[in-house]
């Protein structure tokens, strides 16, 4: 597979002050408390209910400052959800839009990058433009299919506001087992404490040429819905069998 670039839009949302580490990590489930400056970490952030609100990649930029960035189009329900339970917090939350540079299939770590997706050394973000012009520019479909062969979902339309942790198959990488509380643990926990499966779980398979989004796929037996798909790569949220 050949390394890419293509622009990526991001929602990012910077929070700074005193409290800032502290609030995140009694918000998220991922371990903010532990992160060093400079570190990248994925997480996600929940409802009470344990719903999915957002999925989020916090990057910590100093002691009191740290960036989370997320889908376009969904960080101001991040923002909402975040700004709902500030109470006598010394933190302040802002919200912008930004155009990063994502790099695919890469061989190499890229310079200025952060990791990207499940963080296993393929994909790469920069907040920015890419220095190295020897890495050529890709399509949207090349960025698609990327992201459905690594199955990772996109808020909205692999996972909503309906879907709990693990349908998304994010729990893995986004969760902390061993942290304090946090809004939505009680869901997350019980179910990994009893290895509960999911009613449905997000699932890459491959599909016939022309499969649409929200068509419905038998796959090995199992039913489900394509949520995303390119050519014949799809994300499909398949019923628990």
């Given at each position: ?14 929070v ?9 990590h ?8 532990s992160?060093?400056?400079g ?6 952030l929940?409802?009470p209910t344990?719903?999915i609100?957002?999925i ?7 002691s ?7 889908d ?10 975040l700004?709902?339970?500030k ?6 939350l ?16 890229v310079?200025?990058?952060?990791p990207?997706w499940?963080?296993?050394g ?14 050529p ?13 690594s ?7 692999d ?24 809004p939505?643990?009680?869901?997350v926990?019980r ?6 499966v999911a ?21 090995e ?19 628990r069998?």
């Open positions: 597979m050949t390394t890419f670039w293509v622009p990526l839009q991001r929602d990012v949302i910077t700074h002050g005193a409290d800032a580490r502290t609030y995140l009694s918000q998220l489930s991922q371990d903010i408390a992160m060093r400056v570190e990248t970490r994925q997480s996600l929940l409802q344990g719903k609100c957002g989020l990649r916090v990057t910590c930029l100093d009191e400052t740290f960036l989370l960035d997320c376009s189009g969904t960080g101001e329900a991040v923002l909402v959800r700004n709902r339970f109470i006598r917090v010394k933190a302040e802002s919200l912008g839009q930004e155009t990063w540079t994502a790099v695919r299939n890469a061989i190499t770590p310079g200025g990058a952060i990207a499940k963080g296993d393929s994909a790469w973000d920069v907040r920015g433009d890419l220095s190295d012009t020897s890495i520019q890709g399509t949207q479909d090349d960025y698609e299919t990327a992201r459905i062969c199955s990772w979902p996109v808020m909205n339309i996972v909503t506001e309906s879907s709990i942790p693990a349908e998304s198959g994010l729990t893995d990488i986004a969760v902390s087992f061993s942290k304090g509380c946090y939505g643990q009680e869901l926990e179910m990994d404490s009893r290895s509960a009613p449905r779980q997000l699932r890459y398979a491959t599909v016939e040429q022309g499969t649409l989004v929200g068509q419905e796929v038998r796959v037996e199992r039913i489900g819905v394509v949520t995303s798909v390119c050519g014949e790569h799809a994300l499909i949220l398949m019923r069998a």
